[in-house]
Structure formats: structure tokens, C-alpha cells
């Protein structure tokens, strides 16, 4: 799949937004170990693109100077990361509202699951 900006639904980045945001506040996990593989494997954004777009989604305050840093070397896609973030604050509220009712070995069950999912895919990957 080759880059192409133009092909994004703003749907399927606030949806995207909405997952992270949930899950990582259910595993308390950062967004991007959600947000990268799914920006390289479903929208096919190149590593370094995925990499900067999500720290752009965390900036404020998280990642201002290394976001700043992809940014200068064109890896940053800032209305990808303004879309996704809108999702990622209402997911994030729903994902920590459901987490504190999860029994601890479930969650750890469900975090270590997704880590499995995401090495080895990252891993495969052509």
C-alpha cells in the first residue's frame, strides 16, 4: 500500500482515535503502541510518518520537541494526528471508565494478548 494522505476518512481516524484511546487507558499503555502498527498496517503510512504523526497526537505536553523533530524532517502528518486525537480523548474516558471494573489478571491477560498480537506483526512484517 503506498502513502496517500488523501485516501484517510476522517471516520476511520477518529475511529482508530477512539480504540487507542480506550485501550490504552484500559491497559495503560501510551497510544502509540496502538497508533503506529495500525497507521503502518491499515492506512499504510511508512514507519517514520506513523512514528511522527502519533507523537504529534500526544504533544500536548508529552512529545513537543521530539515531535518537533519528526516535523522538521517531514514525518509529521498534522491532520491525521489532530483527527486521531479527537477520538482519542472520548476513547480514552470510555476505555478507563471500563478498565477500573476489570479484574487486575484479566487486564493483564488482555495487555500481554495484544503485545503478543502487535510483536509479532511487527516482526512478520514484509
Do not use: E
Not at 496502538?34 to 504533544?59: C, D, K, Y
Request: with cysteine; hydrophobic share 55%; charged share 5%.
Amino acid at each position: 500500500m503506498v502513502y496517500n494522505p488523501v485516501m484517510y476518512n476522517p471516520t476511520g481516524l477518529v475511529a482508530l482515535g477512539l480504540f487507542a484511546g480506550a485501550f490504552s487507558s484500559l491497559v495503560g499503555i501510551g497510544g502509540g503502541v496502538v497508533i503506529v502498527p495500525a497507521l503502518v498496517f491499515l492506512f499504510g503510512m511508512p514507519q517514520h510518518m506513523a512514528q511522527g504523526t502519533s507523537i504529534a497526537l500526544l504533544l500536548p505536553p508529552i512529545g513537543a520537541f521530539a515531535a518537533y523533530t519528526y516535523y522538521q524532517k517531514g514525518y509529521v502528518d498534522v491532520r491525521v494526528a489532530a483527527i486521531i486525537c479527537l477520538g482519542f480523548l472520548v476513547g480514552s474516558y470510555i476505555g478507563a471508565k471500563f478498565a477500573v471494573d476489570v479484574p487486575k489478571q484479566t487486564l493483564q491477560r488482555i495487555f500481554g494478548v495484544f503485545l503478543l498480537f502487535v510483536a509479532g506483526k511487527m516482526i512478520l512484517a514484509k
